[in-house]
């Protein structure tokens, strides 16, 4: 759902006699014509629409050539009546959101300012009380693996144990920041923000192998071993230890980002990164967007929600866009992606395959 429109008693009649209403109905219908069942209707209350329907019935032989666009309206399923807004001063204002045409184009992010880009975002959100945020690699720059790496090989070559763990990457910050601000900004206008739920789904497929190869490579060195055998063998079970706490590690990041959005709801699912089409014989991934469930409303996202922090930056990078995705094949595809991939379920290294 990108636009909304309101009609209230004998409108229609007032639209059909003013040409002036009608050319701004006809614009609005002409310009969201393709996505015209995300269309939606604002009435006074739920009887109103039976109301409408049979006064509009009463005069459309007087207007033959125009009726047939009221009619179009009248279809739509999404009628919502005005007293379901607790706050109804921007239903009949603020509602015509978003430009149709320009954001079903790719929008790369070097042409946008931040103000641009969360106006989007919230103005696409407004009446879903369930948004879901689904990005594969969320997590993959949240802790910093390479240091930790480093730490733990200089230790066993000082033949010393200390306990060590993964700790925030420098990266973390923008995405801490940058989904933040998202999230903050579409709880902020959202005509539902008392019932609201926010689900974000990922992985941690690269930690996953940053992992494995690791502990692969700790265990040569501990059959190559003339000395600190006992050392090696401490980080070995070090890095299980680690690698099995890291889906709670990722679930409390993200719940310590959002910690400060009063969501009714926050629920985070650690999902297995790809799964076999048997069909297809090839992996299936899924893909990387938000979504407003009740409104059917899809901005897939590329590169990744760190969309705000460092803007000069990103407005350098050709890879990082957004775009409403408007197929209903392509929206059911994506939607339904996320359901389908099993929970991730940590595995002991040893038994991780080797093929990525």
Excluded at 183 to 189: E, G, Q, R, V
């Amino acid at each position: 759902m990108l636009n909304a429109l309101s009609f209230k008693e004998n409108e229609f009649e007032e639209i059909l006699c003013d040409q002036t209403k009608y050319s701004k109905l006809q614009e609005f219908y002409f310009v969201n014509k393709d996505y015209i069942e995300n269309i939606l209707i604002i009435i006074n209350n739920k009887d109103q629409i039976k109301k409408l329907i049979e006064d509009f019935s009463k005069i459309k032989y007087k207007y033959t050539d125009k009726s047939i666009l009221i009619e179009q309206f009248l279809k739509l399923k999404n009628k919502i009546p005005l007293s379901t807004f607790k706050d109804t001063k921007y239903c009949l204002s603020d509602i015509h959101t978003i430009d149709i045409k320009k954001i079903k184009q790719t929008i790369y992010l070097k042409t946008l300012e931040c103000e641009d880009l969360l106006e989007i975002f919230q103005k696409t959100t407004l009446f879903s009380k369930k948004i879901t945020i689904c990005d594969p690699n969320l997590p993959s720059f949240f802790f910093d693996f390479k240091s930790y790496k480093k730490k733990i090989e200089a230790n066993i070559k000082n033949c010393i144990y200390k306990e060590i763990t993964l700790k925030n990457s420098f990266k973390s910050e923008s995405y801490k920041i940058s989904l933040k601000e998202i999230l903050h900004k579409i709880y902020l206008s959202n005509y539902f923000k008392d019932e609201l739920n926010i689900s974000i789904y990922c992985t941690i497929k690269d930690y996953e192998k940053n992992f494995k190869d690791f502990y692969y490579q700790l265990n040569k060195k501990l059959e190559k071993a003339q000395q600190n055998f006992t050392v090696i063998k401490n980080y070995i079970n070090s890095v299980e230890n680690e690698y099995q706490n890291l889906r709670k590690k990722v679930e409390n990041f993200i719940k310590e980002t959002l910690k400060d959005v009063p969501f009714k709801k926050l629920s985070i699912e650690i999902k297995e990164y790809s799964i076999k089409d048997s069909n297809k014989n090839v992996n299936v991934l899924y893909n990387r967007y938000l979504y407003a469930e009740e409104t059917d409303t899809m901005i897939e996202v590329r590169m990744g929600f760190d969309l705000l922090e460092d803007i000069k930056e990103l407005k350098k990078n050709n890879q990082y866009w957004i775009k409403l995705i408007s197929p209903d094949h392509e929206k059911k595809m994506n939607n339904l992606e996320y359901k389908i991939f099993q929970d991730y379920k940590s595995k002991d290294l040893a038994n991780i395959s080797s093929k990525y």
